[in-house]
């Protein structure tokens, strides 16, 4: 069936007879090939109307013309599925781990220690201490310790879940709109890269979780070790991500900094053994910069994933010829 439109020629069915004098032809083209769009399952056929002094394209779905004239990447592979469920929850879990900053700020207002909480002198994990007393020559006391290991877990299930749903193709891109992702065997390095971002995230979201379960006054080695997970996998992650990114968004050069800063405080850390005027603040600047770093990830990553996901549902729209070359 053709559209009712009215268009240089073009009458609608219901026109008087007298005004349908144009000769009208339409046809139907094939399904345009799966590789050749963003979205596969977005792809449709295309009726077009042709009249006297004119003519209309109709798209099945609102915008696809113009997203396979945008595709400059290299032939081969494909096009992943931006607009998945998947990709959303992913791309909100990472996003959330920002929510330690306001669980920090909340512990520290009820610190009841022998002198005020300063972030310049005292270390994160003091926050999460279970009871109050003396611990390694400095008075710990925390009464809301509940909340700070509660937002250590939340924050390490966050990039647990980033690093599982947010698939090796998304992160290659940037969760980028009309690029093609090509097949292993074109770009091994880059699977690779993508592959090894996602273990270093769930590593680091590892950590952080066993930090919120093992807290440091149980004398366990475990707490040390989650750390150190934490601050390893966090960094190098952001660091090979934001060159990964480099091509895709501006962010990445943000995601590259904090990862750089991580890596460089790390490094100052274990060759002092945090002997220094300031620890807390040394150790903030291993922390912040990951926390930091993968919450502005996740914020690019769902924006994309959001604006995919809005084409997606679109209404049919008429689009001139003007758009074709």
Not at 12 to 28: C, H
Not at 131 to 146: A, F
Not at 177 to 184: D, T
Request: aromatic share 8%; proline share 7%.
């Amino acid at each position: 069936m053709l559209y009712p439109l009215s268009y240089e020629g073009l009458y609608p069915s219901w026109a008087p007879r007298a005004g349908r004098r144009a000769r009208i032809q339409a046809y139907k083209l094939p399904a345009p090939d799966p590789n050749t769009t963003p979205d596969p399952r977005r792809a449709g056929s295309y009726w077009i109307a042709r009249a006297v002094g004119g003519a209309v394209i109709v798209p099945r779905y609102a915008g696809v013309m113009r997203e396979q004239t945008t595709s400059g990447t290299l032939p081969g592979g494909h096009f992943p599925n931006l607009a998945s469920t998947r990709a959303a929850i992913g791309a909100w879990a990472q996003l959330s781990v920002v929510q330690y900053f306001v669980a920090e700020a909340a512990v520290i207002e009820a610190w009841r220690g022998s002198q005020p909480y300063d972030r310049r002198t005292g270390f994160i994990s003091d926050l999460g201490a279970l009871s109050c007393r003396v611990h390694e020559n400095r008075y710990v006391c925390s009464p809301l310790h509940l909340l700070m290991n509660a937002s250590f877990v939340v924050q390490g299930l966050g990039m647990l879940l980033g690093a599982l749903l947010l698939n090796s193709a998304l992160l290659r891109i940037a969760a980028r709109s009309g690029v093609r992702v090509q097949e292993p065997a074109a770009d091994n390095k880059g699977w690779l890269a993508a592959l090894a971002v996602r273990l270093l995230t769930g590593v680091s979201g590892t950590g952080t979780v066993i930090v919120g379960l093992v807290p440091e006054d149980l004398g366990s080695p475990w707490h040390l070790a989650g750390a150190l997970m934490f601050f390893i996998g966090g960094a190098l992650a952001l660091l090979l991500l934001g060159i990964l990114w480099l091509p895709h968004t501006p962010m990445s050069w943000f995601i590259l900094a904090c990862g750089t800063v991580s890596f460089l405080a790390l490094a100052a850390g274990g060759l002092t053994r945090m002997e220094v005027p300031e620890p807390g603040t040394l150790e903030r600047l291993m922390a912040y910069p990951v926390t930091v770093g993968f919450s502005a990830a996740g914020l690019v990553v769902a924006q994309r994933v959001r604006t995919a996901r809005r084409k997606q549902k679109r209404p049919v729209k008429v689009a001139d010829l003007r758009a074709w070359p």
